[in-house]
């Protein structure tokens, strides 16, 4: 789980994706034709084979916060990169890059001694970034409106080694499923995509422009979804395996390739839940819809406490779910209408 940890350690909100791409990049080289970035900042790495040409997607970026105003006394004022719960952020540690290195702050809030924000939840317009520098200060060390507030935190292994916990598990995880596919399938007869997108947290752009120089028949994407297993009514459970997701809050994946994941799944023993959800969205929606229609799916990874810096992940629920994706790879579907 090297891999995973180096990838989740790496900052790389929303339109500043270089860090994770260059891990990315130089580790799946080895297993494939070519990689190459578009003109968006998507990284594509390409295995060259027979048809049919197949699209696995996950996206690089994650959700974060940046500088949106300085005022008088210094505080730094935020913007959401993507949605992230405001509370989650309090006490967070964060590193601003300057032109001679990191500044480091710590998020807070305007009014956090009132009783009243005690009794509710911040919003976000009232959550600061205190440096301990003036705005003077802060400005002759380059920091300004737009600038990056990276989170700092170190992935770690919870009791056992069964769950791992860190930030950004949306969707490193999904990446890291990628790269293990690239070094297991590199013998596969046929072509494959795999492709690695931007900008997915705030408007599923990166998918949108990397599906343009590729002429899939199908696509997969890899994502997490939220876990629910601590509710009364649990449906997305950590450790019962990945989740093939029929519906989610703006598509309905393609049936016939859940079809064939499902029954790869029971036939080889491998823990696999079903997802109906009313929440999120993910790249297979612009992907399924573009070029005349792309028959796609997604295979969703549960995690607890999305989109915090205390995400946790099942290894079995990603190991199983690099199984089910290599049986059907190593056996692939030509065509998959719905």
């Not at 807070?108 to 440096?131: A, W």
């Not at 795999?194 to 947290?201: A, G, I, K, L, R």
């Not at 199908?218 to 029929?246: H, R």
């Not at 573009?290 to 190991?319: A, F, Q, Y």
């Amino acid at each position: 789980m090297d891999l995973l940890k180096k990838l989740i350690d790496a900052s790389g909100p929303s339109g500043n994706e270089s860090s994770v791409r260059n891990i990315i990049r130089n580790e799946i080289k080895p297993y494939v034709s070519q990689t190459y970035i578009d003109r968006f900042g998507n990284l594509i790495a390409h295995k060259k084979g027979k048809h049919p040409v197949v699209m696995l997607v996950a996206h690089m970026d994650e959700v974060g916060i940046m500088i949106k105003n300085i005022d008088e006394k210094g505080h730094i004022h935020i913007s959401e990169i993507g949605y992230i719960e405001p509370i989650t952020l309090l006490g967070e540690r964060v590193k601003i890059e300057t032109k001679d290195g990191f500044i480091y702050g710590i998020v807070t809030c305007k009014e956090i001694s009132n009783d009243d924000v005690l009794e509710r939840v911040p919003k976000v317009e009232e959550i600061i970034v205190d440096t301990g520098l003036s705005r003077d200060e802060l400005i002759k060390e380059s920091v300004k409106i737009g600038s990056y507030l990276h989170l700092i935190t170190e992935s770690s292994y919870l009791g056992n080694k069964e769950f791992l916990s860190g930030k950004a598990l949306d969707d490193r995880v999904g990446c890291y499923i990628l790269v293990e596919l690239a070094k297991r399938l590199k013998n596969v007869s046929c072509e494959i995509y795999y492709v690695f997108t931007v900008q997915e947290e705030i408007g599923l752009y990166g998918a949108q422009t990397s599906v343009y120089k590729i002429e899939p028949d199908w696509a997969l994407i890899l994502d997490v979804t939220d876990a629910d297993d601590l509710s009364d009514k649990p449906t997305k459970i950590l450790g019962k395996g990945p989740c093939i997701v029929i519906k989610d809050s703006d598509m309905v994946t393609n049936r016939c390739m859940n079809n064939i994941l499902e029954n790869i799944a029971k036939n080889n023993r491998i823990p696999y839940q079903l997802e109906v959800t009313e929440k999120g969205v993910t790249d297979a929606l612009q992907i399924s819809v573009s070029k005349g229609g792309i028959p796609s799916t997604i295979l969703s990874v549960p995690v607890r406490n999305i989109h915090t810096t205390v995400g946790i992940v099942s290894i079995k629920d990603i190991n199983n779910t690099i199984k089910l994706t290599e049986l059907l790879l190593k056996k692939p579907l030509k065509v998959c209408l719905t």
